[in-house]
């Protein structure tokens, strides 16, 4: 966080002398504006900003009598009731305060109506010299602020009003303003809050702000407070920090020699609620400080939230950031995004606190902001001299796309540097979603390849993405998707694998335990083998470690780099073959013993089984198809499973010493019957096999397993189901399209029969409005009305499209191959014809294309260089009638993905590839302006797919798995993992209905994913 000089919400209209300050009547406040201020529900403390509006002008009578203010005078101005303020629930009225042709030296003190003797220095100003400060005015009696002018010579003054803070006695939430009556905590002069001591040379002192008049101990992020540098010695800065945090200094004030001067200032609280004050200038200072309220602690979540960040240089057009690097010339104009940037949110922002320096000009002058796209409503923030650099913090409104406009009023060209210290929200943010437990919407993109069946009807198997379950009858994923390897099941209600590489967990016939990880990340455990449900033996890298049934322990250490199988037939014994060099280790229930040697060549790819301490079978040793059997003492010469083929082997299982099965060649697989192995019918390249009982085994044909009982292969059953493909969520449900049909979110299933007289391709692309009334669009179109699919006789002139997007059931609209276009009106498609983009001689693809209503959709294009990579990512808008020309929205880098809601406000994703790397980025359309592009995630990695609800809440994935949530400002910081497999090989597919209600697909292992409610 970093101090901020001026109050928050504050847009100033200033001026530096006093034919620079307009005399501009105050505009009258309308019964529609009364009306619409009174209706609002505000939350206390949050800000409310209005178009700049002067309630005071002494020239001219406005606000008070025309008359200039004489020396020691006071005027009491009502801010309340006029120029959008409501009548009623004001705090505090943010506003620039103008000095104008002060007679003499002097200050400006406010105070609350009703309680005149609690007043605030809030400008130091010079004889002859028109100065503008801001502050927020603490409303009093009926909405009135006393203001005086402590000096010997006459003033005039105008206070231009940019909004105000709401009263109540509601709960304050994070980023709400608490105003105080004006206290002084600070001054060094009289040894308050401080000791009586001029603050020296290049020094600090450390100040406490909370629990002191009646500022709390608790919850207080930032305090407001008028800070005076009084009778410096030289000229320099003031520097403020929270305590604990030196790294997070701003300046806050710039000082001349023996001239003192006031601004107000937003200090982020440290340590103890204290602040660090330094003085950089080569002479003492004297130190005032009057505040007169708090912020509350926290992260806002409503609008008129107030955030501080870090100090960050959102500008300097000294060195191209954030602009070019070029002086501003005389007269001249920059536009200037300062947001999505150093903690900035690019959109939800009103405004952007920044302290903003006019660096060398070289004629006096003045400096306004304005709203890009507004220019009237320009405001004079900074003064400046010829050949001195100044600093004012001032609030800068964002209008179109998020931009700010500068102008220098001057005859020379300066610098521009702009320090961001905080933001004002304009938007209630939405709050993270909570999502159900995955339901299995569609199949694996694996087969089934590894098996453990304690009986014929329970099994655990792996398709190295994902658990199934098989319960006798069917296969069924276990979710939500965990990455297991090695299971080991000794009955239906107990289980043991390894979990993500380093960690076990255990199954107790209902769940999976938490993993208990035994050796650190980037080690593995090896494998693992259990006895009973309260003896298994891991091995990791260099360990073995024992489970008792309830915690896992060091069993021993690995006598050899490396490990090749590990049987455990019983609670006291085990067997480990180590690499060919080692031999084994034996566990005799106590102990691990030496490695022994076996006599074999080879046995580094080699299976072992063993089903008691006196037989075990070891396949693949010496050779391909050798095998050896050990009885208790010794193994066996090395013989060969298939003396005539010599095929390999794999998938080695055994029930008994007398009974063994192994896969081999494509005519025969092979059966042990305690003294030979003999050739059977080749089950068909059987992948694994777990056997359970005399002659009874469960086989793995990738994506089908069957009961093998005797020498009989009983019926295949479907281990791998189809894959799920597009889907769409309406506020009821969502719906998953699937190889023959489609499937809800309950697992109701509904075929899609295609018409045999037309055959064709299922459909690819799916929008429902609700679960009583979807379409799904291939080469034909199917209308489904709750309880089945109904193909029509309507074929989509754009061949198969890609693209799918309706905006109700009457407007749909698709692209698909040659970007050709074509909509479709509840009866039939239209043709269209190729995409108006990219020109005659470009190369371009449509990414995406989005409708929130029949007149309104945006269509993302990449405009392409000859290799393939994208030059630009533009946006089009069709009015219903005609599609506008491309609008630029990236360069060097490819849009992919875009969604629009009610209110036409659009969302982007896209890839940049500037840097070679990769990132994500996501671009904002507000009122017909495109916000510059950000960073969606800090990481490396592409955005996958986009839906949103409404401006507040959208949902994004990453190839990683991951999903991200919008929730009208930011983007999640923290990712949530939806299953992730690998680290840049999944694609989740994401739908939200406008009620909020979203789905993802995880497509590599078949779940989908809905929010709660």
């Known amino acids: 966080m970093a101090a901020l000089l001026l109050a928050a919400g504050l847009t100033p209209v200033a001026a530096a002398a006093a034919a620079a300050v307009p005399l501009v009547a105050a505009p009258p406040t309308t019964a529609a504006e009364q009306a619409g201020s009174a209706a609002a529900d505000p939350v206390t403390g949050t800000f409310s900003p209005v178009d700049p509006v002067r309630l005071l002008d002494t020239r001219t009578g406005n606000g008070a009598p025309k008359a200039r203010i004489r020396p020691g005078a006071s005027i009491t101005v009502a801010f309340t009731g006029r120029g959008g303020i409501p009548g009623t629930d004001v705090r505090a009225v943010a506003a620039a305060l103008t000095v104008v042709g002060p007679g003499n030296t002097g200050t400006l003190s406010v105070a609350p109506d009703g309680d005149i003797d609690k007043k605030a220095v809030v400008i130091n100003f010079a004889a002859g010299k028109s100065i503008t400060g801001t502050t927020l005015l603490p409303i009093g009696f009926e909405g009135q602020v006393v203001l005086t002018n402590v000096s010997a010579g006459y003033i005039d003054l105008v206070a231009d009003v940019t909004g105000w803070y709401h009263a109540g006695n509601q709960f304050l939430v994070p980023g709400a303003y608490v105003a105080v009556d004006p206290v002084r905590q600070l001054d060094t002069r009289t040894g308050n809050g401080a000791p009586k001591a001029r ?44 305590k604990g945090a030196p790294g997070r200094t701003a300046v806050v004030i710039n000082f001349a020699a023996r001239q003192s001067i006031t601004a107000t200032a937003l200090m982020p609280m440290g340590e103890g609620g204290r602040v660090v004050l330094t003085n950089r200038s080569g002479g003492p200072i004297d130190l005032v400080a009057d505040t007169t309220g708090w912020f509350r602690s926290g992260a806002p979540e409503v609008a008129g939230g107030y955030a501080s960040i870090d100090p960050a240089r959102l500008l300097d057009t000294r060195t191209g950031q954030g602009a070019s690097k070029a002086r501003v010339r005389a007269g001249g104009a920059i536009t200037v995004s300062l947001t999505g940037r150093f903690g900035v949110p690019a959109t939800g922002v009103s405004t952007v606190l920044a302290a903003l320096t006019v660096v060398a000009p070289s004629r006096s002058g003045s400096l306004a902001v304005a709203p890009a796209g507004s220019p009237a409503k320009r405001a004079t923030v900074v003064n400046f001299t010829a050949g001195q650099g100044i600093t004012n913090s001032v609030l800068l409104p964002t209008g179109e796309g998020r931009r700010i406009t500068l102008t220098n009023n001057s005859t020379g060209p300066i610098d521009l540097v702009a320090d961001g210290t905080g933001f004002v929200l304009d938007t209630d943010l939405a709050p993270a979603p909570n999502w159900n437990t995955p339901i299995t919407a569609g199949g694996t993109s694996d087969s089934l390849w590894t098996l453990s069946c304690p009986s014929e009807n329970f099994c655990l198997g792996s398709d190295r993405t994902r658990v199934q379950q098989f319960d006798g009858t069917t296969w069924k ?37 938490s993993p208990t990880q035994l050796v650190s990340a980037g080690r593995f455990v090896r494998e693992l083998d259990c006895a009973s449900s309260t003896m298994c033996m891991a091995a990791a890298d260099g360990t073995y470690y024992k489970y008792d049934g309830l915690t896992w322990s060091s069993a021993g250490s690995i006598l050899s780099d490396g490990l090749v ?17 080692s031999g084994m280790q034996l566990w005799n229930g106590v102990v691990w013993s030496a490695p022994i040697a076996t006599g074999f060549a080879d046995f580094s790819n080699a299976d072992l089984v063993c089903t008691s301490p006196t037989f075990c079978m070891l396949t693949g040793v010496d050779y391909g198809d050798g095998y050896s059997t050990f009885d208790g003492a010794t193994w066996s010469e090395v013989a060969i499973v298939d ?11 055994c029930w008994s010493s007398t009974g063994c099965l192994v896969g081999g060649s494509l005519n025969f697989d092979f059966r042990f019957d305690g003294s030979e192995w003999a050739p059977i019918p080749a089950l068909n390249y059987f992948g694994a096999a777990s056997c359970f009982g005399p002659a009874q085994c469960m086989m793995s044909f990738g994506d089908n397993t069957a009961l093998w009982t005797d020498g ?18 309406a506020d009821d449900g969502c719906m998953v399209l699937v190889s023959g049909g489609s499937v809800n979110e309950n697992g109701d299933v509904f075929p899609i029969v295609d018409d045999d007289q037309v055959p064709a391709p299922g459909p690819g692309l799916i929008s429902c409005s609700t679960m009583s009334d979807c379409i799904a669009v291939g080469i034909h179109t199917w209308i489904f009305d709750g309880s089945d699919w109904t193909e029509t006789s309507s074929m989509n002139p754009a061949d198969r499209p890609h693209l799918l997007t309706c905006a109700n059931t009457t407007f749909c609209m698709s692209i698909g191959t040659g970007n050709r276009w074509s909509t479709y009106d509840g009866t039939s498609w239209t043709s269209h014809g190729e995409f108006p983009a990219g020109g005659p001689t470009s190369d371009y693809e449509v990414t995406d294309v989005s409708c929130s209503r029949p007149d309104f959709c945006v269509a993302v294009v990449d405009i392409t260089i000859p290799d393939g990579r994208p030059r630009s990512g533009t946006a089009l808008t069709w009015d219903g009638t005609a599609w ?38 996501v671009a904002y359309l507000e009122d017909g302006v495109w916000t510059d592009p950000v960073r969606l995630i800090p990481e490396r990695g592409s955005s996958a797919d986009l839906s949103c609800a409404s401006a507040n809440f959208c949902v994004s994935t990453d190839i990683r798995g991951r999903v991200l949530t919008f929730n009208g400002a930011t983007w999640s910081p923290a990712p949530v993992d939806m299953g992730t497999l690998s680290d840049y090989a999944n694609y989740f597919r994401v739908s939200c209905s406008a009620g909020g209600h979203c789905g993802v697909v995880n497509r590599t292992d078949g779940s989908l994913f809905t929010t709660v409610g």
């Not at 939500?480 to 390897?485: A, G, I, L, N, W």
């Not at 199988?565 to 060099?581: F, H, N, Q």
């Not at 003396?643 to 299982?653: A, D, E, F, K, N």
Request: contains cysteine; aromatic residues 6%.
């Open 712 to 729: 009989v292969l009983g019926e295949r059953v479907e281990a791998r189901h189809p894959e799920p493909g597009a889907f769409s969520c």
């Open 643 to 653: 003396s005539q083929s010599r095929y390999s082997i794999s998938g080695l299982s």
């Open 565 to 581: 199988d590990l049987e455990c037939p019983t609670t006291t014994w085990c067997m480990a073959m180590l690499g060919t060099e």
């Open 477 to 513: 994923a276990q979710l939500p998707v965990v990455e297991r390897s090695d299971i080991t099941c000794v009955s239906s209600s107990f289980c043991a694998a390894i979990t993500g590489g380093s960690s076990v967990a255990v199954w107790n016939g209902a769940s999976w335990s």
């Open 199 to 242: 603050l020296a040379a290049g020094a600090s002192i450390e100040v406490a702000f909370t629990r002191r008049s009646g500022i709390p101990s608790n919850g207080v992020g930032t305090v407001v407070s008028a800070l005076t540098v009084v009778g410096p010695g030289a000229s320099g800065t003031l520097a403020v920090a929270p």
């Open 884 to 921: 506008s020309d491309p609008t630029t929205v990236s360069v060097g880098s490819g849009l992919t993905r875009v969604a629009c809601v009610a209110g036409d406000t659009c969302v982007a994703t896209g890839l940049d590839y500037s840097d070679w790397n990769g990132h994500s980025f």
